[in-house]
């Protein structure tokens, strides 16, 4: 049976047990729980994380244009991935070969796709819920892990095939060791462990990196001694010497990041909101008062605050404003939920220790409920811009034999290599070369001459593009060319327009012109 002492503690009976002393430089020994409290702590926000991302995982068999980006990628032979990341794509590139060996594994699907973040999120989760309770309590580990599953960002990129969700475990599992370093009970082993963690998430994504001053502002509120504030630049500097060539190597592909819309005000209001949550748990950790002691604020708050207001000051250089970019900062301010909910079982505790256990399933209870309108969006096809594979079904169904497939934007072509099966017997009239022999995510397409004279002597063509809803105007010449001569010399006979894409079967008009000798 799980009950609450005085202090709010979750323990079992008969009686709690003390923990460990700590070194000088942390906070004095608590009461705690045995080690059946240590494991269910942590165990339990991960299964929970695990299947909030299990549920709806299919999203109903759609995957969007960044999922389709990892999908087409992860398919190619390593070979191919590497030519590719000379050109574009570099800043995933680890990311792409992991998918690569999944793929190769366990063969191509939305299963394989986005199994990898769930399971990255629900480690994250278990590390804040370890980091909780040592600094907080059971109660706010327990409360903190299980909030972090439920925070709309993290419902959205727990079911994504893409790097962010394995960064944030990257980032629970690197401060974890921090903090277990700080309290005097790391080794060596724990500083090359610290090191590497920090490695491997700047590179599944260097802005990552912006956890080292976190980690630095922790250090520095704790007023850490100085051999430990050497170990720890030593170890910030060697991941920082692993990650600097891909730093600078991207900076060359830094047109892919072009269309990020420059900052705004109204862009800093959910960042706001996130640091005044944060604020308002950190104030509620009466240890953050304690100067030089380790505490719940003095690791959460620098982990929530300094990645977003770090992004925020990037952006005011080069627009990168991504809320994705910095997701791990979500763990902090799952720690500090985590402290206010630990408080609000204290303070219960204290008037009615009866109900005190009851506090964490009736906040749980409230969350789930108010939140569930945006767990259903975000598990539904219409939570992304588009998607590839409802488009790839149309053209299964709308094309004939002898049909020509054309793709405006080029990016489309997305759809065909996600689905090559669904394309199987058309021309993409408009390629010269593939994604694969070009190094490209979408290929080199021909010349505009070259692609109106290819159109015309066809006398159907299906055009992949975008719904009116997303729909840009052609950007290039050689997609304004694609448009007029659809315009000019062919007439849509059918359309299907579902979750983002448009599929449209052309005919060449009675009469046009055709290129001579057709």
Not at 149 to 160: C, K, M, R, T
Not at 177 to 195: I, M, P
Not at 278 to 295: I, W
Request: aromatic share 6%; net charge positive.
């Amino acid at each position: 049976m799980v009950g609450a002492g005085a202090s709010g503690s979750l323990s079992p009976c008969p009686a709690p047990q003390p923990f460990r002393k700590a070194s000088s430089s942390v906070s004095p020994a608590r009461t705690a729980s045995p080690s059946t409290s240590f494991l269910l702590v942590r165990s339990v926000p991960a299964l929970w994380t695990l299947a909030l991302g299990l549920w709806g995982l299919s999203r109903q068999d759609s995957v969007w244009r960044d999922e389709a980006a990892t999908w087409q990628v992860a398919r190619r032979s390593t070979a191919e991935t590497v030519h590719m990341l000379g050109n574009v794509d570099v800043v995933h590139g680890l990311y792409y070969l992991l998918m690569h060996g999944l793929f190769d594994l366990f063969g191509p699907g939305t299963a394989v796709l986005r199994l990898p973040s769930v399971v990255a999120m629900a480690v994250a989760a278990s590390c804040v819920a370890a980091l909780g309770h040592r600094l907080a309590g059971p109660w706010a580990g327990l409360g903190g892990g299980l909030a972090l599953g439920l925070l709309p960002a993290v419902q959205f990129y727990l079911q994504e095939g893409r790097p962010y969700a394995l960064v944030a475990a990257g980032a629970g599992i690197s401060t974890l060791l921090l903090v277990t370093l700080l309290e005097g009970r790391g080794r060596a082993v724990h500083w090359v462990a610290y090191g590497s963690t920090v490695a491997l998430g700047g590179l599944l994504n260097w802005l990552s990196l912006m956890i080292l001053p976190a980690h630095l502002a922790t250090l520095l509120w704790t007023r850490a001694d100085r051999a430990t504030g050497k170990r720890w630049i030593a170890a910030a500097v060697a991941a920082v010497a692993c990650v600097l060539p891909l730093v600078l190597f991207s900076r060359s592909q830094s047109a892919q990041v072009s269309w990020i819309p420059p900052l705004t005000w109204h862009m800093l209001i959910g960042p706001a909101i996130l640091l005044a949550i944060g604020g308002a748990g950190a104030l509620l950790d009466r240890r953050r008062r304690r100067t030089g002691r380790l505490s719940a604020a003095a690791v959460g708050l620098p982990l929530l605050a300094v990645p977003q207001l770090g992004l925020v000051g990037l952006s005011l250089i080069q627009p990168l404003f991504l809320d994705r970019y910095v997701l791990f900062s979500l763990l902090g301010l799952a720690l500090l939920i985590g402290v206010a909910i630990g408080a609000a079982v204290e303070a219960v505790a204290r008037r009615r220790p009866r109900a005190a256990p009851w506090v964490l399933p009736v906040v749980m209870a409230v969350a789930v409920a108010a939140l569930l309108p945006q767990a259903l969006a975000k598990r539904s096809p219409a939570s992304r811009v588009d998607d590839v594979l409802t488009a790839a079904g149309d053209i299964r169904r709308m094309k004939k034999p002898g049909d020509a497939v054309l793709f405006i934007p080029a990016a489309r072509r997305d759809t065909r290599l996600v689905s090559p099966d669904a394309f199987a017997g058309l021309r993409d009239i408009a390629l010269a070369r593939s994604p694969e022999e070009s190094g490209t995510l979408k290929g080199t397409e021909a010349r505009p001459d070259r692609i109106r004279a290819a159109m015309l002597a066809q006398r159907r063509i299906l055009l992949v593009t975008d719904a009116p809803s997303v729909a840009r105007p052609p950007a290039t010449e050689r997609e304004r060319a694609k448009a007029s001569v659809l315009r000019t010399h062919f007439r849509a006979v059918a359309d299907e327009q579902a979750r983002g894409r448009r599929v449209t079967v052309y005919e060449r008009r009675p009469g046009a012109s055709r290129p001579s000798g057709d």
